[in-house]
């Protein structure tokens, strides 16, 4: 049953793959440096190498803007992106997969009742426009600097020629690589949640986790875009926006490829955490709208006289309709998922404020009065709880959203079998698995009361107020440790 849902999910990969390589390759195939079929080839092998390897970056913001908890739920949403994608990708027109995923997953959130992070919605926004301006700066910066050399180079022009094609190699399949581990995320990962795959050891050290097993499937099915539909998006990027020459299409690639792995790589966050350094965020974003960046940046470099400002606006208004049109697709859908073909979208939750949930909203500093007008009382979506709780003007929404987030009932029973058998045990080091089996058999009834727990544990050391990207880093890795305990103990009851 998982494989007939994930189709929505492989149907939004192809999407991507025949929307998104042009965003890599365009340019270079229509200066004829490269032919489309070596092109695809080597973006089908490095997209699939991102993805398996460096796609969990990205998709952990992503997650953080709403999580998918029903597989009826995640197939939809997934579908809805797709069908934005296909229906402006029809006329040529290359669209962000990042921005349709966002506009369904809110559509979700709509539907189902939960808060939406608008602190998500502004980190992965705010990551879009900085994408495409500091794409325009690279590419605005490489063309100088490889303009005086271009000028002054004596090489005879075949040698220039085969210079520019292997480089045009390189850098595409750079690019490749960044673009599978940016964007994968968007392809499925609104299945991670409700993945059935278990962690596969296949030699010595090396595991292909359940999550990379979803990520190369979804990397397959952009691979078939690549190959069935990439073509004529690739003439929008390539031609017809601002003509390149093969040096400038070699320049616009390379800033691509720098943006996208910036915002994808966990290694570089990490290296940069570690000497003190500020961070990129690890969002997904618009491999179209890097692109597009980076020729501007080229083509204001020249004097922007030859920019095709129509082409151009035609591309902008497909940045702002997609996500619209991807929400309300969404929530159409979810609505006939649910009401006509009876599917589950959205796992029940309840949110319940006893003496329990209200002693602890209590003990974490919150004032009693605020709760006068839940306490007692049990709900069954978040949006419910925030129109009572808003009545009490000194809570903030991250207040609110704290608050829901421990009245939810979430029933756990702590097996580290389940770990071993899933293969998840890898995931987490022999003292924190030593902690663990320390509980096994135990029930818990919050998801704060696993982690209160478990954070008593040196094993687990978790900061309540970081003080800095360090600390906030170190939590949020933790936080996903914990996450994947959560789905893992998760047990049913009526």
Known sequence: MFFFYLLSGLFLGWSLGAND?????????????????????????????GAVFEGSGPSGTLGKLGSVDALGGAFTVALAAAIAITLIVRIGIPVSTSQTIVGAIIGWNVFSGRLTDYRSIITIA?????????????????????????????????????FIRNALIVVGAFGAYSLGANNIANV??????????TDIHIWGPFVLTGVQQLYLLGALSIVVGIYTYSHKVMRTVGKDLFHLSPITALIALMAEAIVLF??????????????GLPTIPLVPVSSTQVIVGAVIGIGLAKGGKNIRYNILGKISLAWIAAPILAFLISFTMLFIMQNVFEQKVREKTQYIFDRITVTKIINDGYDPAALSSVNGRSFTTERDIYHELTEFRDLSRDDISQIIEIAEIYPMLVDTASLTKSGMYRRFSPEQLSVL?????QEFRHKWQLKALLTTHKEFEYYPKPENELQKNQNRVLDEQLNQLYRSFRIEKE
């Open 21 to 49: 390589t042009g965003n890599i390759f365009g340019a270079a195939v229509e200066t004829r440096m490269l032919k489309f079929k070596k092109a695809a080839l080597i973006a089908a092998i490095f997209i699939t190498l």
């Open 126 to 162: 705010s990551s879009w426009v900085m994408a495409f301006v500091l794409s325009a700066i690279i590419a605005a910066v490489l063309f100088y600097l490889a303009k005086p050399w271009v000028n002054r180079s004596k090489s005879h022009l075949l040698v220039q020629d085969l």
């Open 188 to 197: 499925v990962g609104v299945f991670v949640p409700v993945s059935p795959f």
């Open 262 to 275: 910036l915002f994808a790589s966990r290694g570089l966050y990490n290296l940069l955490l570690s000497l």
């Open 437 to 441: 089996r320390r509980y096994d058999g």
